[in-house]
T-cell receptor, first 109, second 113 residues
Framework: GIQVEQSPPDLILQEGANSTLRCNFS?????LQWFHQNPWGQLINLFY???GTKQNGRLSATTVATERYSLLYISSSQTTDSGVYFC???????????FGQGTRLTINP | EPEVTQTPSHQVTQMGQEVILRCVPI?????FYWYRQILGQKVEFLVS????????KSEIFDDQFSVERPDGSNFTLKIRSTKLEDSAMYFC???????????FGPGTRLTVL
């Protein structure tokens, strides 16, 4: 089955810094999503981005489907951005999302 | 904005007991899923459900697990005889169509003692 790898596993930054999180997937996907898991454990949808680029405020994401990776950019980080960021991909013919191990982002004041 | 809801938010049970986790997917969605996340680990797929039947299930989803859509709104996950290793956060998700964005509920934290 598809393998989803995220990097880095941990990232510690100061408030105001920018960050880039990466997601590599081993096969072509028809669905690629980014989530933020908040301190209460809830998965917050950030982007549905099987290809192309999207922006939402300080966050943006780019998926290059032909090269099997996706990037999540966070600009001007705030302490509330802390948490674990997951990407997940869905293979053609599969009826499930496969999640990566996550990147734990810590933003210090 | 429509959202997936789950009840209860936290359930504590004794080993060997049956539990039913409940989900109300977004109303016009057709595909439903259960995922779980053991503390500190990644989210894992359990089962997908479409047209009143299971369309795919993982190795985790053994005979102890079952899913049901008892009416037009609820989607349930039953664990017949819970084990300590079933302790996890269980997420329900739904989507309007294949490969569309999946929307996740807030999760049910199951603790098996």
């Amino acid at each position: 089955g598809i393998q989803v790898e995220q990097s880095p596993p941990d990232l510690i930054l100061q408030e105001g810094a920018n960050s880039t999180l990466r997601c590599n997937f081993s096969d072509s996907v028809n669905n690629l999503q980014w989530f933020h898991q908040n301190p209460w454990g809830q998965l917050i949808n950030l982007f549905y981005i099987p290809s192309g680029t999207k922006q939402n405020g300080r966050l943006s994401a780019t998926t290059v489907a032909t090269e099997r990776y996706s990037l999540l950019y966070i600009s001007s980080s705030q302490t509330t951005d802390s948490g674990v960021y997951f990407c997940a991909g869905e293979l053609q013919g599969a009826q499930k999302l496969v999640f990566g191990q996550g990147t734990r982002l810590t933003i210090n004041p | 904005e429509p959202e997936v809801t789950q009840t209860p938010s936290h359930q504590v049970t004794q080993m060997g007991q049956e539990v039913i986790l409940r989900c109300v997917p977004i109303s016009n969605h057709l595909y439903f899923y259960w995922y779980r996340q053991i503390l500190g680990q990644k989210v894992e797929f359990l089962v997908s459900f479409y047209n009143n039947e299971i369309s795919e299930k993982s190795e985790i989803f053994d005979d102890q697990f079952s899913v049901e859509r008892p009416d037009g709104s609820n989607f349930t996950l039953k664990i017949r005889s819970t084990k300590l290793e079933d302790s996890a956060m269980y997420f329900c998700a739904s989507t309007a169509g294949g490969y569309n964005e999946q929307f996740f509920g807030p999760g049910t934290r199951l603790t098996v003692l």
